[in-house]
């Protein structure tokens, strides 16, 4: 447990860190649209070039991992519970996925201005892009990660392995 904080979930834990990742995903979420609001006031200043980087940063790297773990580990172990909607639901989300990697293709070359010090404003498709994507892990915690509790223990352990390979660390 950190100081004043909360214990920081490990690969140990898989959906506590697929949670978490929802909360960084609401975080960035947010801050896209506090960039667009301070641009729009400040332009495309040094506070703003860090937020745009960082937004970068997340939504390259560890976006798609966390999509990663949701398609290649998550969703297979609860296919295999046979229950029609949760896959219907599960197919619905995987199409999320691909809706929102085309919004971040509509986004990234705005977010890449800002960082360089020179952007317009923000485009429509920043707004859509952070309601959507905190819309879906909203609606992936109440239909996928409460049915994935019940998933057996060494599913859980096997899916935390792999998520800790994918990123490189020891599982």
Same mark, same amino acid.
């Given at each position: 447990?950190?100081?004043?904080?909360?214990?920081?979930?490990?690969?140990? &834990?898989?959906?506590?860190?697929?949670?978490?990742?929802?909360?960084?995903?609401?975080?960035?979420?947010?801050?896209?649209?506090?960039?667009?609001?301070?641009?729009?006031?400040?332009?495309?200043?040094?506070?703003?070039?860090? %937020?745009? %980087?960082?937004?970068?940063?997340?939504?390259?790297?560890?976006?798609?991992?966390?999509?990663?773990?949701?398609?290649?580990?998550?969703?297979?172990?609860?296919?295999?519970?046979?229950?029609?909607?949760?896959? &219907?639901?599960?197919?619905?989300?995987?199409?999320?996925?691909?809706?929102?990697?085309?919004?971040?293709?509509?986004?990234?070359?705005?977010?890449?201005?800002?960082?360089?010090?020179?952007?317009?404003?923000?485009?429509?498709?920043?707004?859509?892009?952070? &309601?959507?994507?905190?819309?879906?892990?909203?609606?992936?915690?109440?239909?996928?990660?409460?049915? %994935?509790?019940?998933?057996?223990?060494?599913?859980?352990?096997?899916?935390?392995?792999?998520?800790?390979?994918?990123?490189?660390?020891?599982?």
């Amino acid at each position: 447990m950190l100081p004043n904080g909360p214990a920081i979930p490990s690969f140990d &834990s898989a959906l506590d860190m697929l949670t978490a990742c929802h909360g960084k995903i609401r975080r960035f979420a947010r801050l896209c649209e506090r960039l667009a609001r301070h641009t729009a006031e400040h332009g495309a200043d040094e506070q703003a070039s860090t %937020a745009a %980087a960082s937004i970068v940063r997340y939504f390259t790297i560890a976006a798609p991992l966390h999509h990663a773990d949701e398609e290649e580990d998550l969703f297979p172990a609860l296919r295999a519970l046979g229950d029609d909607g949760l896959t &219907s639901s599960m197919q619905d989300l995987e199409g999320d996925h691909d809706a929102l990697e085309a919004l971040w293709k509509q986004v990234l070359p705005w977010l890449e201005a800002v960082q360089q010090g020179s952007a317009g404003p923000a485009p429509e498709a920043l707004f859509l892009f952070a &309601s959507r994507y905190v819309e879906h892990v909203d609606r992936e915690e109440r239909e996928v990660f409460a049915r %994935a509790q019940g998933l057996p223990a060494p599913i859980l352990q096997s899916m935390g392995r792999r998520m800790a390979v994918r990123r490189g660390a020891q599982g």
